[in-house]
């Protein structure tokens, strides 16, 4: 499926940059009632039915979630002489990490530095296919530690460790793509 190998090969990219130890290329949001409230925070899903929380951020760890729908445009294919229609698939992301400091350079501007380096992995090739456009839109970042708890994590305890860089960019992953090569093995 188109979707899963983008993540899967941005998990690559990211994997590649050696700060993490765990990274899951996709997340969700989860919300679960209690008797205290609803509490609201990321899981991966890890097969057997079987999810694995992600609001204790251990260090080195990071994963990519969905911040809203998907925004699906229809385009004709002019260059075929056969009618094909194209898909433009825009999905709202973001990537949430915590890295150690002393991985970076240890100083007061280490979690830009991640963040540019995460931009980058990201804004690079994407080589899916050479049939399809994929392209990865950064909107905005945040690297303020409490900010990035409290988006991610609501109704827990805080459980924030100094000595980590809590970082998250906003992205749009755009993939225009063949109408029958959504699902079906094409690219």
């Known amino acids: 499926m188109i979707f ?12 590649g940059t050696g700060y993490f130890n765990n990274f899951f290329e996709y997340a ?10 609803t509490l609201s925070y990321p899981r ?11 609001y204790d951020f251990d260090s080195n760890t990071g994963y ?11 385009l004709p294919d002019i260059t075929n002489s056969c009618t094909t229609t194209n898909l433009v698939l825009t999905y709202p992301l973001r990537l949430v990490a915590a890295v150690k400091k002393e991985l970076l350079e240890d100083n ?4 830009d ?3 540019y380096e995460l931009i980058e992995v990201l804004q690079g090739k994407l080589t899916i296919s050479n049939t399809m456009k994929v392209k990865a839109e950064v909107d905005r970042y945040e690297t303020d530690r409490n900010k990035v708890w409290s988006e991610e994590v609501h109704g827990l305890e805080e459980i924030i460790r100094i000595e980590l860089s809590y970082i998250y960019i906003d992205f749009d ?10 699902i079906a093995d094409c690219y």
């Open 28 to 37: 969700e949001m989860t919300n679960l009632k209690t008797d205290k409230g």
């Open 113 to 115: 530095k991640l963040i």
């Open 44 to 54: 991966a899903y890890v097969g057997n039915g079987q999810y694995e929380n992600l």
């Open 4 to 15: 899963e190998d983008t993540l899967c090969e941005i998990k690559d990219a990211v994997m």
């Open 64 to 74: 990519v979630r969905k911040t809203g729908p998907v925004n699906i445009k229809e």
């Open 108 to 111: 007061a501007y280490s979690d």
């Open 173 to 182: 992953l755009i993939i225009n793509v063949k109408k029958d090569c959504l």
